[in-house]
């Protein structure tokens, strides 16, 4: 496991190192991954908490050469930039209704991001960069890769392992650490909102 986030930051209460080392890098290299580390991060994702174990993520997987193309083409000119050298792209989906009743699930994207972050986490352990994204166009996604009306597109994902900062646009290369996070006292409301817990 890297350890550019325990360096960079500071917890205010003791926490496990690999919380404080998962951040999102962009410098990748165009390395392909073993099946074993690919497989593995989904095996992690498998096992997120969700309402009434519907487990309603999904995620399309580019790997080949052809479907990365046209991962690529649906994002943002911005993510292209760093993006495009993953050799793992990914669009995690939320279905918005439960597999028993087909009534709505409220908690489907909740869901589904906590898919996601068990998904950062292994990849954070195993030493592998995962940056997820919101710089694409989704309606074009949904269209491009048949996303049906009743799953809601999420996010995308870049995987891969670790390159090096100086092959990044230079505007990258200065955003490219481990980011801060708001103190608890911003965070945390005591009864009702805006009433604050911590001063």
């Given at each position: 496991?890297?350890?550019e ?5 500071k917890s205010?209460y003791?926490?496990?190192d ?13 390395e392909?991954l ?29 790997r080949?050469e052809?479907?990365?193309?046209v991962?690529?083409?649906?994002m ?29 699930a409220?908690t489907a ?5 906590a ?10 352990r195993?030493?592998?960069?995962v940056?997820?994204m919101?710089g694409?166009d989704?309606e074009?996604?949904r ?16 995987i891969?392992?670790?390159?090096k ?5 230079k505007?990258m ?10 103190p ?16």
């Open positions: 496991m890297r350890d986030g325990k360096k960079a930051r205010e003791p926490i496990g690999l919380f404080l080392n998962r951040w999102s890098p962009r410098a990748m290299a165009s392909s073993d099946d074993e580390d690919v497989f593995a991060l989904f095996e992690a994702a498998k096992w997120a908490p969700s309402s009434y174990n519907n487990q309603p993520w999904r995620f399309i997987v580019a080949t052809k479907d990365r193309k991962f690529i083409n649906l943002g000119a911005f993510n292209q930039q760093w993006a495009g050298k993953a050799p793992v792209l990914i669009v995690v989906l939320a279905k918005k209704t439960f597999d028993h009743n087909n009534k709505p409220a994207m909740f869901d589904a991001g898919a996601w972050e068990n998904l950062a986490l292994e990849g954070t195993r030493g592998l960069v940056h997820a919101e694409f989704y074009k996604t269209k491009e890769l048949g996303v049906p009306d009743d799953y809601a597109v999420c996010c995308m994902v870049a891969g392992k670790p390159g900062k100086e092959d990044l646009p505007e290369q200065e955003r490219e650490k481990p980011s801060e996070r708001k608890l006292k911003e965070l945390l409301f005591e009864g009702k909102f805006g009433k604050k817990l911590l001063e």
